[in-house]
Structure formats: C-alpha cells, structure tokens
C-alpha cells in the first residue's frame, strides 16, 4: 500500500508516494536523496538518524514517514546558512575535533541542536546526559562534550 | 615564510564535508539501475544443510535473483584465504580450512550467509529473504575455546579443532628460572570477546561495465587495494585491471573493515551475472554477526620474581578462539601480534609463550584495535600489578626496578626496541594523575560510601608491522610496505596520494601538514588522495597504527624525489651547479646568494619547458616512492585510572583516567589526542561494558546495542593526558603511530584500579556492577 506524504524538509514543500511502511529516515535518505542523516543500528539506540521534527530532535528510524505528515524537518543540510557558512555549533564541533570519522556527526549536531535551545550555557554532565541517546566510537566524548558546551554558549538560546 | 606545521593544532580538513551531510558514505552511493541484496543467515551455529527452498522468493514481486553456495561453487568463485600461515611446534602448517563466501553443506555459526536474494528494492529482496525455507540437521555447537578440542569437529581438515598450537621463547630456560623464584605471581583469566561496533555498518555496492569488461566496488574498507588483490587473485580470478575498488568516506573501522568479507565478494560477481548494481548495507543486527570480532583468550600466566622483585621470566599459556572460519589475518594476532609483545617495557631476561588456536561455532575472530597487543598488555600490566599487591612493594617502584633502560634492547621475544624513555612517561603521569593525593582522594570517597582504587598500566606496543621479508619469513602472506605519489602541478599547487586510508583517523589534515611543512607551502595548497585503486598507485591500506610511520614515510621519500629533481631544474633556471642549490622552505636558492626561483616557479618550469634542460631531464614534477620500514615502531606510556565503586550496586565509574604517550614526533596534537581519547574509551568499554555472551547452542545473546553496551557518553570522564616525544629512529619523520594506544593500556589500567579498590586478586571483564557487586558481597560474607 502507497501513501502521500507531505512535509517540509529543510524549508522546501515535498511531497512522494511511499510504502506506508517507509521509515521517515528511508524517506530522507531514498527519495529525498539527503544522505547526511545515517542509519548505525536498528534498535533506535545509536542516534545517527537524529533530525529536527518542528524543532524538536528525534530519531527519525524510529518513526514512519507519513508520521511527519505536515511537519517541518530540519536536517543536517539545512544547518548550514545558504552560503555554506558553518552555524556555530558546526563551527565548535570543527574547532574542538568533536568528529572523527563523521559517521555518528550529524546525529549529533540535530540533537546539540535542540539541546542547546534550552541550555545556553551547559555543563559537562548536563551535555553528558543529553547525550545519552547519541552513539560515537572514535571520539571517547571527550571533544563532542567540549564541542557542545562551546557551540551552545555560541548560540546563545537560538537556533 | 610560513610558520611550521608539523606539531601544530590544525583543523581539520575534512570536517566541514561531514558537518554539513555532503559525506559520502557506502551507503550513500546510489548508481543508475541499483539492485538490493539481502542475505539469507544461519540461524544455527553448527548444521548441516539439507535443501534449500527459493521457489518462493523467486517469484517474489521484484526479485531478479537468489543464489547459494552452490551457485558460486559452479561458478568456481573461490573461497575466502587467510593472509597468515603460522607454522606450528611440530614444523607443520596451520589448519586451512575452506571459507566459502556462501555456506557449502553446512553451517559453522549462527549469521553465517546461506544465500542471498537480490531484487529491484530492499524491502522486496527482504521480504522474499524471508520466504527462504533451508532444511538444516543441526548439529551440537561449541562456542568456548577452552571446550572446543573435545567438541564435535567443525571442520573435517581439524578433527580436534585446533587450528595450531605455537609457541615462542626458550621453554627450558624460563622452567630453570622459575625452579629458582623467590615469588611466583599467577593469574588466570578470559580477555572478553568484543565486538568493533564502527557505527558506521559494512557496506558494499558493485557494478560492471559489459562495455569495459570491468567491475567497481564501493566498500566500506580500510584497505581497498588489498582487497582488490585478494578478492582478484584468490577468489574470483580475474585481472587486477578489471577491478576497481573505492573505499569512500568509511564511519570507522577499528580493524573491522580490513578484511575481505563474503558479502563483498558476492554483490561483486552478481553484479556481471545481472548487468546491474548490487549493494548491500549491513544493519546493526547483522553487524553482530558478520562482522569480525576481537581478542576471546584464555590464559594462565605466570611471572617470577628474585626477592627484590626483579623479573626473572614469564610463562604463558593462551587458548585462542578464532570462531568458526579463518578470517583474512586471524592466525598472526595471536601469536606474531601477541606473545612478542609480553616483554612490555621490561627487561625480563626469559619468556615462553605457548598458544593454542582453536576453531568453535562463533563469529570468525581477527585484529580489532590493537590485536594481540592489549592481550599482551593485559598479561604483563595484570602480573605486575598483582606481583606488587603480593610481595608488598609499591607497583610504581616494582616498574622502577624493571625498566629497560638502554636502547636498542633486544627482547627474548624476537622484537628489537629502537627507543624508548619510560621512566619520562611514568614520571609525567605520576604528577599529571596527582597520585600524590590519592589517599586524601580515598578518603574523600569513603565519606560518600565509595570505595576508591587505583591502577596503573604501563604499556608498548609494536606498530608499522615490518619489514616485509622478516613478516615473510614468519609466514605473512602479503608486503608490508606503503606507497606514496606526490604529483606537482604546473602552478605549484600538490596532489598527494597515499595507500594509507583514513575512517576518523584525519589523514587529509595530517598528511598536508607533512607535505606542506616540507616543502613550505601553505597548507591550503596541498590535497590528499587515498581509498580509489583507480586513482592511488597501490597501498597496503590503514592498521596497526601504520598510516603516518609507514605511509607518512613513503611520502616523505617521494617528497625528496620532488626536492631533488627541483634542484636540478632550479640549476638550471639559476645558471648555477646543482650541488650548490638549497632548498629551503618553498625556494631554490644559490648556495650564499640572494639568487632563487619559488617552488611554484620551478613546478611551472616543468610543465612548460621552454627553458628547461630537456637533453637530460624528462619534464613534469610528479614521483612516487614504496617504503618498507626496516623495523616496528615502539609507541609506550603509563596510564593512571581511579575508580569509584558503589558499595550498595557495585557500579563503577571511572574517577580519573590520565595517559601519558610517548609517539615520538607528533604532526597534529589534536589528532593525535583525540585518537588517545577514542582509544581509551574502547579500552574502558572493554573493561566495564563490553563483552559478547554466547549461549552454549552458539546464539549470540549480546547481539544489539541493547544487550552489548558500548561506552556511552556518561560511562568515561574528561581526560587528562600528556605526550613525551623520543623520536623513532629510523624513520626520518621520527614518528610512530597512535591509534591504538589508548585501547592497548587501558584495560589493565581500569581493572588493576578495581582489584585495588576492592582488595581483590581479579575481576573478570567487563567489570559490570553485577559482576562487581558478587566480589563485593563475597567480601561481606567473609567479613562475617
């Protein structure tokens, strides 16, 4: 069985006919083609796949698409202003090394992100707990912590 | 004139690609035509194979195909070799089973592939997975190593299912000083079996060209041409030509993706069969099962002491689980990895080492971070500390007294350490972790009802496996060596490519920084190229700790090609004898003149040869070099962990972890902490969280994130680390390596801090708070 769904991804209207079964992640990835939200488990455990659903971060393998029918999405790609210029909390995770391999980045930095709103100006264990929900083997943390806690001072409360 | 670049804190390169999602990943590669593949598993660890049932999945909307073992038998596609032949005590080689990419009769572990199905969509060749019906005969598995010599054979070339007994060191002798102790320190325990867990999943996507007559692979690997070679020569017989292999953007590996994997092979030779693309992408569940696990050892050691605690020799003795098949290098981490490296950082005079590998039905075993060497690690730092414990003496002091203190110091162990200052490293850590105030630390903690310990682990390991002939000799079946391109273009900007692979590691920034700090460019001006067979000359790929002391040399020797053939061009632009041209810092200049031509001059001289002396030199500026180290490099340190234990849960958490390393010259000290901090964490996972379980049917209990706990944020503290730097000497960038130092030391650190806080001999790992919370009420009821 197809459905359509409707969203806004990114700022920019979409819409496809999908299985009604199409995880929002599968969606993102296969048809929008915005292969910079990732998938690292199927146990909702890792955090790769986080995205901003009407600003909130969640994990986008954990619902189906037609779930976010009418929502606002934001993802990776759409952190960065137009012309490519890094948002702060890009900006701090590149200042403080808080990737590696990249794998686990973008998930990350959507829930940094939304995190951040409400915490201008974290400490270590708020950052650590919020993290909770978001995976990463080669940092041991260390820099991603660092990153989060310099990127949300940057922010100052404001995506 | 630019500031240096070899030691500063650049930034990375790479980053801003993986901030903004224009990464490329495996799975992000989506060709013209793509075709989804889906395998079929085991969900038995030993059967044998009845039928196969696909009429099903045949007809099932979208499938184009589903083949077995069979099919690839009648297509003579062959099995998966081992790049190691360990000969065993007897002067005979190892048992080599056959590794066939899909099951042939039978089944050896649960996940192992059966078949697969390939259709026009995933969820299509999923689903028709699903329909597959296999008859198995299932037969009674073994997943312990310690069991697996009596169990019912898995193989029919090993009837006891051992794969090699080896040994190592002069038996007699370490018998002799034993009979002559004064103290004897015994320990017996499992190094736990882990999973790599990069949290990017393998991956593979193949297409052919009929037009051509050749392949391209996308993998998620950590050496594309050395599976180019493997999958060419031993399993499809084809030409290198005809296959290219491109390792794209890879999210980590860890020793994971080193390997050539079935699946790999399977998506390759489907793709002619079908005229289509054929990918693949591993989900986490399938990760569990598939990927290469780590370390599964069960030892007894033993170290024995004078009476003023001088080490007079150390016994070994290591049952190996190499799982069910022999994955590409599992024979020599082991033995060749392992038990030449049980000398540490000490001058024990006799080692003996002797292992046992054995085949079970579990997920096949290879290198994961560190291989062999946080086994290693894990004998010598545990018999310390324990010794220490037992003779009264102050760990610290017991090190002190047993360092190697002149170099080069040859081992009883065959490896030759160049050199080494471990006194500095323990000295630095000793300030930087405060052990000074440890005990107002203890006490501090037991107000709160914490129990607080302290641990130390003092590690080497061996990185840059070489040279080449001597790892022949001991049976590697491949070269050691890296190789380097440096291609100048006509304005002076440089191209560098390198078979070193980066997956997190940072070579595009590490590497430019090299390349730009030699020739005094900015850094801007220099690009790296790595992970394209199409592209890249040859390589032998990212391991072992090797990509700057192996691959930052061979880029350093075509550099010096680059710098001798500029002087001859320069002579000739400046009039002047070649032997009085210098180069200094992105200028040829006349010897005591103030007479030069800036690098891009002399590159722009060699692509538009006007003036030029074309009668005895070619034009262009592009070299490559292949550099075969002459021996490993020797990266040591002392870690200092603190532990908290809860009385009541038996939670632990690390207090404080300080590391202090000695890499010989570092490029980028960011890079280079950032890789000690994931290192540490892996080593930290192994010691609290980490660890597969096995059902004794061989299911795999651990086999999620759910179940098999990897360090998550709130497990490992901020930690404090420090660098020492004695220069390697003979590698003319004076580096050694750094990526596997943290999970090498770490292990011992974390658990001889547990034993402390608990008064304990041993934990086992993962020190959960349940396995931890057992010791401590033991403790309790003994109380009473």
Redesign the interface.
């Known amino acids: 069985m197809t459905i359509k769904v409707s969203m806004k991804v990114n700022g920019k209207p979409v819409s496809a006919d999908v ?1 009604a ?1 199409t995880l929002l992640v599968t969606y993102i ?1 296969e048809n929008l ?11 909702a ?2 955090g ?1 796949c986080t995205v901003l659903m009407n600003g909130r971060a969640i994990k986008s393998c954990s619902i189906v698409a037609m779930q976010a029918e009418g929502a606002d999405i934001m ?3 759409g ?2 202003k137009p012309d ?1 210029t ?1 948002h702060p909390m ?1 900006q701090a ?3 403080n ?1 808080g ?8 998930g990350m ?1 959507m829930n940094a992100l939304d995190f951040a709103k409400s915490h201008p100006n974290p400490t ?1 264990q708020e ?3 919020a ?2 929900g ?12 660092k990153s989060i806690m310099a990127g949300a001072r940057a922010m100052g409360g404001k995506i | 004139m630019n500031a240096p670049l070899i030691g500063a804190r650049i930034q990375r390169k790479e980053d801003y690609r993986f901030l903004t999602g224009t990464g490329v990943y495996t799975d992000d590669v989506a060709l013209p035509n793509q075709t989804y593949a889906a395998f079929v598993r085991s969900p038995h660890a030993h059967a044998k194979i009845k039928t196969i049932i696909a009429d099903a999945a045949k007809r099932h909307k979208g499938v184009l195909a589903v083949y077995t073992g069979e099919d690839l038998a009648t297509a003579k596609v062959g099995g998966l070799p081992c790049g190691w032949l360990i000969t065993d005590v007897n002067g005979k080689p190892m048992k080599e089973p056959p590794y066939p990419p899909l099951a042939q009769g039978k089944v050896r572990h649960v996940g192992e592939r059966v078949a697969v199905v390939i259709a026009e969509t995933l969820e299509q060749a999923r689903d028709a997975a699903e329909s597959i019906e296999v008859d198995y005969d299932v037969l009674p598995a073994v997943v312990e190593a310690r069991k697996a010599r009596s169990a019912q054979a898995i193989h029919d070339i090993a009837p006891d299912n051992t794969c090699y007994v080896w040994a190592l060191g002069d038996k007699n002798a370490v018998d002799a000083a034993f009979a002559k102790a004064a103290h004897v320190t015994k320990l017996e325990f499992v190094n736990n079996r882990l999973v790599p867990n990069a949290i990017e999943p393998r991956a593979a996507n193949a297409t052919y060209s009929r037009a051509e007559d050749s392949y391209t692979l996308y993998v998620a690997s950590q050496n594309p041409h050395v599976e180019r070679l493997l999958m060419t020569a031993f399993v499809l017989g084809l030409p290198e030509t005809k296959v290219r292999v491109v390792a794209p953007d890879v999210g980590g590996g860890f020793g994971s993706k080193i390997y050539l994997y079935g699946e790999d092979v399977v998506v390759t030779w489907a793709a002619k069969k079908l005229n289509r693309p054929v990918k693949w992408t591993s989900d986490r569940s399938e990760a569990y099962l598939s990927d290469a696990h780590g370390r599964d050892h069960f030892t007894v050691a033993e170290l024995a002491l004078d009476r003023d605690g001088k080490f007079l020799a150390m016994r070994v003795k290591t049952t190996a689980n190499l799982g069910a098949y022999l994955s590409t290098f599992a024979s020599c981490i082991p033995t060749i990895l392992y038990a030449t490296l049980l000398a540490g950082q000490y001058t024990t005079p006799q080692i003996y080492c002797e292992v046992t590998a054995v085949f079970t039905n579990t997920t096949p075993v290879d290198a994961y971070r560190g291989a062999g060497r946080p086994e290693a690690t894990y004998v010598v730092e545990r018999l310390v500390e324990t010794a220490a414990r037992e003779m009264k003496l102050d760990p610290i002091e017991l090190r002190r007294r047993n360092f190697i203190r002149e170099f080069p110091y040859q081992t009883p162990v065959a490896l030759c350490y160049d050199t080494g200052n471990y006194e500095a490293t323990l000295e630095s850590a000793l300030k930087l972790a405060d052990v000074s105030g440890f005990q107002k630390r203890k006490e501090d903690s037991a107000r709160r009802g914490k129990l607080r310990g302290i641990g130390y682990a003092c590690y080497i390991e061996a990185c840059g496996i070489a040279p080449s002939n001597v790892a022949g000799s001991l049976g590697a079946r491949a070269g050691l060596f890296e190789a380097g391109e440096i291609r100048v273009h006509p304005t002076g900007t440089v191209t560098v490519f390198t078979g070193s692979h980066q997956h997190g590691q940072g070579h595009e920034t590490t590497f430019a920084q090299v390349v730009a700090d030699r020739l005094g460019l900015p850094i801007e001006a220099v690009d790296i190229v790595h992970g394209d067979t199409s592209k890249v000359l040859f390589g032998m790929g990212t391991y072992g700790s090797r990509s700057i002391a192996v691959g930052g040399t061979a880029i350093v020797k075509a550099l010096d090609k680059i710098v001798a053939k500029g002087k001859k061009i320069a002579a000739h632009l400046l009039e002047a004898s070649e032997s009085d041209i210098e180069y200094d810092r992105g200028e040829f200049k006349v010897a005591g003149t103030d007479r030069k031509k800036t690098f891009g001059e002399v590159a722009f001289a060699a692509y538009v040869p006007h003036n030029y002396p074309l009668e005895k030199l070619e034009p262009g500026l592009n070299e490559n070099a292949f550099y075969d180290p002459t021996n490993f490099t020797f990266p040591a340190g002392t870690y200092v962990c603190e532990v908290e234990v809860d009385k009541d849960t038996g939670a632990t958490q690390i207090a404080a972890f300080t590391a202090v390393d000695d890499f010989g010259k570092v490029i980028n000290p960011m890079i280079v902490e950032g890789q000690v901090h994931g290192g540490l964490t892996q080593g930290i996972g192994q010691a609290l969280t980490e660890g597969c379980r096995y059902e004794s049917s061989g299911q795999l209990v651990t086999g999620s994130f759910m179940d098999y706990c990897i360090p998550r944020s709130s497990d490992v503290p901020l930690f404090k680390l420090d660098l020492c730097e004695t220069p390697c000497t003979h590698n003319p960038l004076g580096v050694k390596g750094c990526g596997e130092a943290g999970a090498i030391g770490a292990p011992a650190a974390v658990i001889n801090a547990i034993t402390d806080a608990l008064g304990v001999k041993d934990v086992s790992m993962p020190a959960t708070a349940q396995t931890v919370w057992k010791h401590l009420q033991e403790r309790s009821h003994a109380r009473i």
């Not at chain 1, 083609?33 to 146990?43: A, F, K, Q, S, Y």
């Not at chain 1, 990737?99 to 973008?106: E, K, S, V």
């Open positions: 299985e079964r990835r083609r915005l292969t910079g939200t990732h998938v690292g488990c199927d146990t455990q890792c790769a993802t990776i790609e952190v960065a490519g890094l890009q995770f590149k200042e090394h990737l590696q391999c990249g794998f686990c980045t973008p930095v270590e950052v650590r707990e993290l909770e978001n995976l990463c083997r080669c940092t041991g943390y260390h820099n991603i912590v």
